[in-house]
């Protein structure tokens, strides 16, 4: 972490290391920056490897009822973040071959190209690549 991170964004999950390995391993869009723990405190933030769109992910885990409602839901209906990518092609079809889940094809846009993919929690994240 010695950039300066340009957006951090809370991100509640039912399993940290369940986050890490689909957002660091399965999809190697973000790596691990930190995973300490304490009494009763673990902190787990995730880097997006793209140097030029600073973002983190800092996870926490869902320890009540009501956290416990937001997971995989904190988007609603729509993408929790996007995250701009160099070629929205290569990257559906490389996390597609890792097995990962998309809500459809990469649409061409007059803007760029888009894509949707789930992760393990139900949450909705877009790739998108702009011309």
């Not at 369940?18 to 790596?31: D, G, M, S, V």
């Not at 933030?45 to 769109?53: G, M």
């Not at 209906?77 to 990518?85: E, K, Q, T, W």
Request: glycine residues 8%; negative net charge.
């Amino acid at each position: 972490m010695d950039n300066p991170v340009g957006v951090a964004m809370t991100f509640w999950v039912d399993d940290y290391d369940k986050a890490i390995n689909f957002y660091c391993e399965k999809t190697q869009l973000f790596t691990l920056v930190a995973n300490t723990s304490g009494p009763g405190l673990r902190n787990v933030v995730l880097e997006y490897n793209r140097p030029s769109a600073p973002f983190e992910l800092v996870v926490h885990l869902a320890t009540n009822a009501e956290l416990s409602s937001l997971v995989g839901r904190q988007g609603g209906d729509r993408a929790i973040f996007v995250l701009p990518v160099d070629n929205c092609l290569d990257s559906y079809h490389r996390l597609q071959h890792s097995g990962v889940t998309f809500t459809g094809e990469p649409i061409q846009l007059p803007y760029g190209c888009q894509v949707t993919l789930i992760d393990p929690f139900g949450n909705k994240v877009c790739l998108s690549e702009m011309y």
